[in-house]
């Protein structure tokens, strides 16, 4: 039996292959939105926004098991497809922070049902029965629910603990249903009874897995469980006699658990159940695999998702960004102790930016060249030409133009004369681009003199990635300049986070970079009410004087 522990990654949000082929990694975004990739072909499959998806969060996320979808006129199936004819994955179940769960159709990529009204608190963990139309869900209201999916309303709900039901996970021939608040529990799905509880975590339980089919009258059935700040992967045995309170074997990692994949050996099963003694001193892996950057001082690259592959020889792996995750399929040789690979995220990320990011340099004029305004690639409108110009007399001598002029014969200050042509947003936001690269002032003021807010909202959604960040860094240094340059950059603020919320929550190091902008923005808001305060007893006092000169 081959079994992986994938640590905890930093940001905490739910990630998850599909069951079985792993054809598909579903991702929820801080922002609310879901996101389905397909990971043979390394792109976005699906994208679905749920209408309270800003105050309704997802916390946790659950493929549902492969079911047989009718199909409508019969094609002639690939050889690929053979094997997995009328078997594909579909429904997917969303927790959220409020305590509904969305249910949500791969195949018809839309909303396939809500289910409301079970629970007061956030859902921690949703599971679905491996045979009937049933989920199951647990809450921070103690709770769990069973959900009959075919009419969308609760089958039934009970008491699990005194504190939050942090875990679950049902067993594989849907008889039993593990459940952990405080202490782990073994239900019974039957009669909703306790049948066994294992102690032995100090803090909350994040992980469930059951390890093995076994019925419980026997001693083969064995579960594995993960707890928050606790190093340590524990296996459980649910013997006959009663007497397994304690965890038989305990498993180190380097750091706590948030995902545990099992591949059973075939025909071996039994023999490696049966093998398995109490072990006091925890047992160290035979193989840690880890990701770091090709930097100088090499950083640990954060793990989204990861899957066994049946040949157990390779690993399926979802890491770097959220908004643009890499899958990769790595061949790991086992032997070794411990593997480290190294990933150039940021150029990998690169690829697909690099086309919207244009280096803008000024040429040399000379009387055969034509000259043309910046723009971003992709952009077909025609670009009239800017005002003043005059055809330039053959042997005239030719000299390279400077920003400034550059800037003055396009027009880019609001107070040209009537008849001026409007520069276009693509000239804005590669303009912007370059100043922020060169970082060069009166570029950046000229582009930053603009009141429109339209014209403000189009540049920034305009904008590559890598710029947005340089981005407010620069409109943080402004805003603690002239209060009148604070109010302009006020909008562009505005508009980077309404355009790029998703991009800047998704940075590791978000708080340190924008740490300046946090407290400024905290410390004007104190002074406002202050001055709030102070405009109210100014208003009273010249009231008041007013009136008394009106009287006299």
């Not at 926004?49 to 009718?70: D, F, M, N, Q």
């Not at 690929?80 to 159709?105: C, F, K, N, P, R």
């Not at 923005?521 to 102070?534: G, T």
Request: some cysteine; charged content about 20%.
């Amino acid at each position: 039996m081959g079994a992986m522990a994938m640590p905890l990654s930093s940001s905490g949000q739910p990630c998850v292959f599909s069951p079985k082929l792993h054809q598909y990694l579903a991702l929820c975004a801080q922002d609310g939105r879901l996101r389905i990739w397909n990971t043979d072909s390394k792109t976005l499959h699906q994208e679905y926004v749920p209408s309270a998806h800003l105050s309704a969060t997802c916390t946790c996320i659950s493929w549902g098991p492969c079911r047989t979808v009718k199909e409508g006129p019969q094609r002639k199936k690939r050889k690929s497809e053979a094997g997995h004819a009328g078997e594909q994955v579909d429904m997917l179940a969303l927790g959220t922070a409020v305590g509904s769960i969305i249910i949500y159709s791969t195949v018809k990529g839309a909303l396939h049902c809500t289910l409301d009204g079970g629970h007061s608190g956030g859902v921690n963990s949703v599971q679905w029965h491996p045979k009937d139309s049933l989920l199951y869900s647990g809450s921070d209201d103690t709770h769990i629910v069973e959900w009959d999916l075919q009419t969308g309303k609760t089958r039934c709900k009970w008491k699990a603990d005194r504190s939050s039901v942090t875990s679950m996970c049902v067993s594989p021939d849907g008889k039993l249903l593990l459940s952990a608040g405080q202490t782990i529990k073994m239900w019974d799905l039957e009669t909703k009874e306790v049948y066994r509880k294992f102690t032995g975590h100090a803090t909350a339980v994040t992980t469930l897995r059951f390890a093995t089919t076994r019925p419980p009258e026997t001693n083969g059935l064995y579960f594995l469980s993960g707890a928050s700040h606790d190093r340590l992967l524990s296996v459980w045995q649910v013997r006959e006699d009663g007497k397994d309170k304690n965890s038989v074997v305990s498993f180190t990692l380097t750091d706590e658990p948030q995902h545990i994949d099992l591949i059973t050996s075939c025909g071996k099963e039994e023999v490696r159940c049966q093998m398995i003694q109490p072990c006091k001193k925890p047992l160290s892996p035979t193989c840690t695999v880890q990701m770091s950057g090709v930097e100088d001082t090499p950083l640990p690259i954060p793990l989204l998702a990861t899957a066994l592959t049946k040949d157990t020889s390779s690993l399926l792996l979802a890491y770097g960004s959220r908004l643009q995750p890499v899958m990769e399929r790595v061949e790991v040789n086992t032997a070794e102790r411990h593997v480290c690979l190294s990933r150039d995220v940021h150029s990998t990320l690169s690829l697909t930016m690099e086309t919207t990011l244009s280096k803008v340099k000024t040429p040399i004029v000379n009387s055969k060249s034509k000259v043309l305004l910046p723009g971003l690639p992709g952009h077909q409108a025609p670009v009239k030409a800017p005002l003043g110009s005059e055809k330039r007399k053959k042997g005239t001598d030719t000299k390279e133009m400077s920003i400034e002029e550059r800037l003055g014969e396009i027009g880019l200050s609001e107070g040209g004369a009537k008849g001026a042509p409007s520069l276009q947003t693509d000239n804005f936001a590669v303009l912007l681009v370059q100043g922020l690269e060169s970082k060069d002032a009166n570029i950046l003021n000229k582009v930053f003199q603009t009141r429109k807010d339209v014209l403000i909202k189009k540049t920034v959604s305009r904008l590559p990635l890598p710029a947005i960040l340089p981005l407010v860094e620069e409109i943080t240094k402004r805003m603690q300049g002239h209060p009148y340059t604070a109010v302009l950059m006020v909008r562009w603020l505005k508009a980077v986070l309404i355009q790029h919320t998703s991009y800047l929550s998704s940075l590791p190091d978000l708080v340190s970079q924008l740490g300046v902008l946090y407290h400024m923005i905290e410390s004007r808001v104190k002074m406002f009410h202050k001055l709030s305060k102070l405009h109210g007893k100014l208003y009273l006092f010249m009231t008041q004087v007013c009136s008394g000169r009106t009287c006299s």
